[in-house]
């Protein structure tokens, strides 16, 4: 029986999950991992990729027209959990073609976008985001990256960041300026970018945690047929906000639980090994307060997704008050384990085997949590002015 | 256990509105000030409400007179008691009351459990069940004898405590009961001194009834934290919105905008630790008291956290009498200390979450 063929049933499709990832995971993926070099890290990804889609789970969230398996928030639920408890790779590099691109063409885009692009990410195709500018991060309608039409085409100028897998992408969603003269959240336009037309230049940057997974676009009289704007010219801003509304915490839920099997290995290695930190009053009691955390966290999360279906959903500033609390202990989790480790920890390590092996990468990579998908500062503020009704001067 | 396994959702928003709507109108800002300037007898009011409208049987078994919620009514009724931060001795009645109800001889059950659900009596118990034996009562052949700090009213009925090596019901009568005035005005402390008193009830299962106990006390401190430390943020919110400095609400300034988002975020989180601990000990689950036992520690350090700030925030009129911030700080800051100190229940947490490990079990299933 195939995963796809048990989906009536929720408990026997977990269990066909946990079967299929027993046996396609291999035990040292993660040590492989660790001393992979970028052009073998993109590889495991392809594979990774490959490997789902064989038993119909690269794209299993989409209507089946499209090529997806028509599966409910349920079932990505139960793939995320059996995931992160198999500790399967993740497919970092495919979540924009996964999550983003469909959450944008599915309410925006034409019929021959999704056939043609949602066809291709079933296939492998990798995307990117070209949306934050060096100077349009947190003020993100401000961007200037400039189109101009000519014809039945647009050239654009301008330049990209924080563009995660960029140097390996096939595509990007690409925000620009239409018209500058418009107040600023009216006058962007949204286009699909082939990232190998002529003009299109990725320079990798590398991050505070040795990694180099984000890139600068630089972006000189590249050409975008008009049939590759998705929505209206000028109506960009909101397509976007469908853009960043396609996340729904499915991703997040996977982090947390994730991090809830991670930390309850680290748990059981200290206390088979009589680790030193237990019986230190201080940082026992510290490492509580973590769990405490940690279950109110993955209980938060339960939350945000069952409300992701509901009307309320797009007013909702839930999904703030999760993304502060659980970026903010997952920094603290690894700031504590940077503690513990003593002056080992400090040994120059990137992806490590062991949970919590390699505690300075951790705590480092924590900072995406807290600046990336609008900084922690912006979600304070949604909260404070949606949430709490605190004005705007 | 008497906790029921299947409750209706609906009728426990339910009960919860009904709570919510009665002391909103009776325990308002103006009718808490009042009582806490002793020109009022708020809390006896209040009792005779809550004993009337069936709250205080809530938890208790429907055999013996009560609603059969279990924990589960505990945790509302205390969640919206602490909202307006609400004076009486419903603690210390309660939770006695649910010890005595899931570990309790049958006599003692169908001598107190009825009364206490009408709310014809109250009950005391411990302030503090630290696990140290060297203060407390004794017991010997010529009965209790002794000193002991309570949670309770003076006009308790009972003390449910530990007497030695057994659990003891002592009856109290006014003298053996001395009030200690507190910061904390909303809640009665006691000094009981007994003197080969007889007791009514020998509860031989001590170690069933102090974690009964302790289980009840940390869920209903850590609901009422939690339901306080999110009213007393509403008020403080709802003032720095109407407090103009430099022309403008000083809701409107970035700096307290990110102050006040702080809070909204540790109480989203108090919540779900509540939620948590209720869900596991109304299961009766193995990891149950590892919860409840976090639940405590961490909600009411929230809880004291965010009555600080709420001072602060206040300005001025935060530091003064007249304003809330300083009844549910005070409140805060009791919480904090009864049942057991946290450094304790955290290390109580620790040493369950090891025992279910080398056990082979995981305690960080959410069954959700």
Same mark, same amino acid.
């Given at each position: 029986m195939s995963i796809l063929d048990a989906?009536?049933?929720? #408990?026997?499709? /977990?269990?066909?999950?946990?079967?299929?990832?027993?046996?396609?995971?291999?035990?040292?993926?993660?040590?492989?991992?660790?001393?992979?070099?970028?052009?073998?890290? &993109?590889?495991?990804?392809?594979?990774?990729?490959?490997? $789902?889609?064989?038993?119909?789970?690269?794209?299993?969230?989409?209507? *089946?027209?499209?090529?997806?398996?028509?599966?409910? @928030?349920?079932?990505?639920?139960?793939?995320?959990?059996?995931?992160?408890?198999?500790?399967?790779?993740?497919?970092?590099?495919?979540?924009?073609?996964?999550?983003?691109?469909?959450?944008?063409?599915?309410?925006?885009?034409?019929?021959?976008?999704?056939?043609?692009?949602?066809?291709?990410?079933?296939?492998?195709?990798?995307?990117?985001?070209?949306?934050? +500018?060096?100077?349009?991060?947190?003020?993100?309608?401000?961007?200037?990256?400039?189109?101009? /039409?000519?014809?039945?085409?647009?050239?654009?100028?301008?330049?990209?960041?924080?563009?995660?897998?960029?140097?390996?992408?096939?595509?990007?969603?690409? =925000?620009?300026?239409?018209?500058?003269?418009?107040?600023?959240?009216?006058?962007?336009?949204?286009?699909?970018?082939?990232?190998?037309?002529?003009?299109?230049?990725? $320079?990798?940057?590398?991050?505070?945690?040795?990694?180099?997974?984000?890139?600068?676009?630089?972006?000189?009289?590249?050409?975008?047929?008009?049939?590759?704007?998705?929505?209206?010219?000028?109506?960009?801003?909101?397509?976007?906000?469908?853009?960043?509304?396609?996340?729904?915490?499915? &991703?997040?839920? +996977?982090?947390?639980?994730?991090?809830?099997?991670?930390?309850?290995?680290?748990?059981?290695?200290?206390?088979?090994?009589?680790?030193?930190?237990?019986?230190?009053?201080?940082?026992?009691?510290?490492?509580?307060?973590? @769990?405490?955390?940690?279950?109110?966290?993955?209980?938060?999360? /339960?939350?945000?997704?069952?409300?992701?279906?509901?009307?309320?959903?797009?007013?909702?500033? @839930?999904?703030?008050?999760?993304?502060?609390?659980?970026?903010?202990?997952?920094?603290?989790?690894?700031?504590?384990? #940077?503690?513990?480790?003593?002056?080992?920890?400090?040994?120059?390590?990137?992806?490590?085997?062991?949970?919590?092996?390699?505690?300075?990468?951790?705590? =480092?990579?924590?900072?995406?949590?807290?600046?990336?998908?609008g900084t922690n500062e912006i979600q304070r503020n949604i909260v404070a002015e949606r949430g709490l009704g605190m004005p705007r001067v | 256990m008497a906790t029921p396994i299947e409750i209706d959702q609906a009728t426990l928003d339910a009960l919860r509105e009904s709570v919510d709507a009665v002391l909103a109108e009776k325990c308002d800002s103006t009718a808490l000030h009042a009582f806490v300037d002793g020109k009022t007898a708020l809390d006896q009011d209040l009792w005779t409400q809550a004993a009337s409208l069936g709250w205080l049987g809530f938890g208790i078994p429907e055999e013996h007179g009560g609603l059969g919620l279990g924990l589960r009514g505990l945790a509302i009724l205390h969640t919206e008691l602490g909202r307006q931060a609400a004076p009486g001795p419903y603690i210390a009645t309660l939770c006695a009351g649910h010890a005595i109800a899931a570990r309790g001889t049958d006599a003692a059950k169908k001598t107190w459990l009825p009364r206490i659900a009408a709310g014809e009596i109250r009950a005391a118990i411990p302030a503090s069940l630290s696990t140290s034996r060297s203060?407390?009562?004794?017991?010997?052949? #010529?009965?209790?004898?002794?000193?002991?700090?309570?949670?309770?009213?003076?006009?308790?009925?009972?003390? @449910?405590?530990?007497?030695?090596?057994?659990?003891?019901? *002592?009856?109290?009568?006014?003298?053996?009961?001395?009030? *200690?005035?507190?910061?904390?005005?909303?809640?009665?402390?006691?000094d009981i001194r007994l003197q080969q008193a007889k007791p009514a009830a020998i509860l031989e299962d001590a170690s069933g009834i102090a974690a009964a106990l302790l289980q009840a006390m940390t869920l209903a401190i850590a609901a009422d934290s939690a339901g306080a430390a999110r009213s007393i943020t509403d008020r403080t919110i709802a003032y720095m919105k109407t407090r103009q400095q430099f022309g403008q609400p000083i809701a409107g300034f970035q700096a307290l905008k990110h102050r006040a988002a702080d809070l909204a975020t540790r109480l989203a989180v108090m919540e779900e630790m509540v939620a948590h601990a209720l869900h596991r000990a109304a299961a009766d689950a193995p990891d149950a008291d590892i919860w409840t036992s976090l639940a405590k520690a961490e909600t009411t350090e929230n809880f004291v956290f965010i009555a600080t700030d709420c001072v602060q925030l206040h300005g001025g009129v935060g530091y003064t009498w007249d304003y809330d911030p300083h009844i549910f700080l005070k409140r805060a800051r009791l919480n904090e200390i009864l049942a057991m100190a946290n450094p304790a229940l955290r290390d109580r947490a620790a040493a369950a979450l090891a025992a279910a490990t080398r056990a082979g079990q995981s305690a960080l299933e959410l069954d959700v």
């Amino acid at each position: 029986m195939s995963i796809l063929d048990a989906k009536d049933d929720l #408990t026997k499709f /977990r269990a066909e999950i946990r079967t299929w990832l027993a046996d396609v995971v291999p035990a040292d993926w993660k040590a492989r991992m660790a001393r992979a070099s970028n052009e073998e890290y &993109i590889a495991g990804q392809r594979w990774w990729m490959a490997e $789902r889609r064989k038993v119909g789970l690269a794209v299993p969230h989409w209507p *089946v027209e499209y090529g997806g398996a028509g599966l409910t @928030l349920q079932h990505l639920i139960a793939i995320a959990g059996e995931m992160a408890r198999a500790d399967a790779p993740m497919a970092r590099m495919f979540t924009i073609s996964l999550i983003h691109l469909p959450g944008t063409l599915f309410p925006h885009g034409t019929e021959a976008q999704k056939r043609h692009y949602l066809a291709g990410v079933a296939k492998g195709d990798v995307w990117c985001q070209g949306f934050s +500018e060096p100077n349009s991060g947190s003020d993100l309608a401000s961007l200037r990256c400039r189109a101009v /039409r000519d014809g039945d085409r647009y050239v654009v100028n301008g330049q990209k960041i924080w563009s995660s897998y960029s140097m390996y992408a096939d595509h990007c969603i690409l =925000l620009t300026r239409t018209d500058p003269d418009a107040q600023k959240h009216r006058g962007i336009t949204y286009f699909i970018m082939d990232m190998r037309a002529p003009g299109v230049e990725v $320079r990798p940057i590398r991050q505070a945690n040795g990694r180099a997974e984000f890139g600068e676009i630089f972006l000189t009289n590249v050409s975008i047929h008009a049939e590759n704007m998705i929505g209206r010219e000028n109506n960009g801003w909101r397509v976007a906000q469908a853009t960043l509304a396609s996340e729904r915490g499915v &991703i997040a839920f +996977e982090g947390a639980e994730r991090q809830r099997y991670e930390i309850e290995a680290f748990y059981h290695k200290a206390l088979a090994s009589g680790a030193a930190w237990l019986r230190d009053d201080q940082l026992r009691r510290e490492f509580m307060g973590f @769990l405490a955390e940690m279950q109110a966290g993955r209980r938060m999360l /339960r939350r945000v997704l069952a409300e992701s279906e509901t009307p309320e959903a797009s007013a909702s500033v @839930l999904p703030s008050l999760v993304k502060l609390s659980a970026t903010v202990l997952r920094q603290r989790i690894c700031s504590f384990m #940077t503690r513990i480790a003593g002056v080992e920890g400090q040994d120059f390590a990137l992806l490590a085997e062991e949970p919590f092996g390699s505690p300075m990468f951790d705590f =480092l990579s924590a900072f995406s949590g807290t600046i990336a998908g609008g900084t922690n500062e912006i979600q304070r503020n949604i909260v404070a002015e949606r949430g709490l009704g605190m004005p705007r001067v | 256990m008497a906790t029921p396994i299947e409750i209706d959702q609906a009728t426990l928003d339910a009960l919860r509105e009904s709570v919510d709507a009665v002391l909103a109108e009776k325990c308002d800002s103006t009718a808490l000030h009042a009582f806490v300037d002793g020109k009022t007898a708020l809390d006896q009011d209040l009792w005779t409400q809550a004993a009337s409208l069936g709250w205080l049987g809530f938890g208790i078994p429907e055999e013996h007179g009560g609603l059969g919620l279990g924990l589960r009514g505990l945790a509302i009724l205390h969640t919206e008691l602490g909202r307006q931060a609400a004076p009486g001795p419903y603690i210390a009645t309660l939770c006695a009351g649910h010890a005595i109800a899931a570990r309790g001889t049958d006599a003692a059950k169908k001598t107190w459990l009825p009364r206490i659900a009408a709310g014809e009596i109250r009950a005391a118990i411990p302030a503090s069940l630290s696990t140290s034996r060297s203060a407390g009562l004794t017991l010997s052949s #010529t009965g209790v004898s002794g000193t002991l700090r309570c949670l309770g009213s003076p006009d308790s009925a009972f003390v @449910l405590t530990p007497a030695g090596e057994v659990w003891v019901i *002592v009856e109290l009568t006014e003298a053996a009961s001395a009030v *200690v005035p507190m910061w904390d005005r909303t809640r009665e402390t006691i000094d009981i001194r007994l003197q080969q008193a007889k007791p009514a009830a020998i509860l031989e299962d001590a170690s069933g009834i102090a974690a009964a106990l302790l289980q009840a006390m940390t869920l209903a401190i850590a609901a009422d934290s939690a339901g306080a430390a999110r009213s007393i943020t509403d008020r403080t919110i709802a003032y720095m919105k109407t407090r103009q400095q430099f022309g403008q609400p000083i809701a409107g300034f970035q700096a307290l905008k990110h102050r006040a988002a702080d809070l909204a975020t540790r109480l989203a989180v108090m919540e779900e630790m509540v939620a948590h601990a209720l869900h596991r000990a109304a299961a009766d689950a193995p990891d149950a008291d590892i919860w409840t036992s976090l639940a405590k520690a961490e909600t009411t350090e929230n809880f004291v956290f965010i009555a600080t700030d709420c001072v602060q925030l206040h300005g001025g009129v935060g530091y003064t009498w007249d304003y809330d911030p300083h009844i549910f700080l005070k409140r805060a800051r009791l919480n904090e200390i009864l049942a057991m100190a946290n450094p304790a229940l955290r290390d109580r947490a620790a040493a369950a979450l090891a025992a279910a490990t080398r056990a082979g079990q995981s305690a960080l299933e959410l069954d959700v």
